[in-house]
């Protein structure tokens, strides 16, 4: 969490002195990437809302996206549901911003075939959706999680500029 404080205060800063938000849909980063932005003092300026979407249910629940996914999305852990994920968060909470991950964090893969250490990280903004795939090639569960989500973040800081 140490790594990720320091952005989470840079992404704050710049999203008040915008006045602009952020919703999150995370999976694999279980909260992490919320919880950075919600230790910063004033997150409520900015933060809109988080959920883990980590199984269909919570998809279905909390963002309303069918299962079956959407064509032309086939599954999850892929750069066109992380996207889905960021923009639908982002409607439906109406922020600024969305961000979306999915992926495989270890020990083991996926059940779509993606090894340990995959994800894949989607931000919408008021200039559209751009995403990213990350490989650690690491079975490192804890490691993992705490990558992808310093990844996103660093994401989300460069989309800000």
Not at 18 to 45: F, M, P
Not at 94 to 112: D, H, K, V
Request: aromatic share 6%; charged share 20%.
């Amino acid at each position: 969490m140490q790594d990720l404080l320091p952005l989470a205060e840079k992404i704050g800063a710049r999203l008040k002195e915008r006045k602009e938000t952020i919703a999150i849909a995370e999976s694999s980063t279980g909260g992490l990437i919320s919880a950075a932005l919600l230790s910063v003092g004033g997150a409520s300026a900015y933060f809109r809302g988080g959920s883990v979407i980590y199984t269909a249910y919570a998809r279905s629940g909390f963002l309303e996206i069918p299962n079956p996914l959407p064509s032309p999305i086939e599954r999850a852990s892929t750069e066109a549901y992380a996207s889905l994920l960021a923009e639908t968060v982002k409607a439906r909470l109406e922020a600024s911003w969305g961000l979306g991950e999915t992926g495989a964090t270890g020990p083991t893969g996926n059940r779509y075939g993606d090894k340990a250490g995959h994800t894949c990280i989607a931000i919408s903004g008021p200039n559209g959706t751009e995403a990213m795939t990350l490989e650690t090639g690491s079975p490192d569960r804890i490691g993992n999680m705490r990558a992808f989500a310093l990844r996103a973040m660093q994401m989300l800081a460069d989309a800000l500029g």
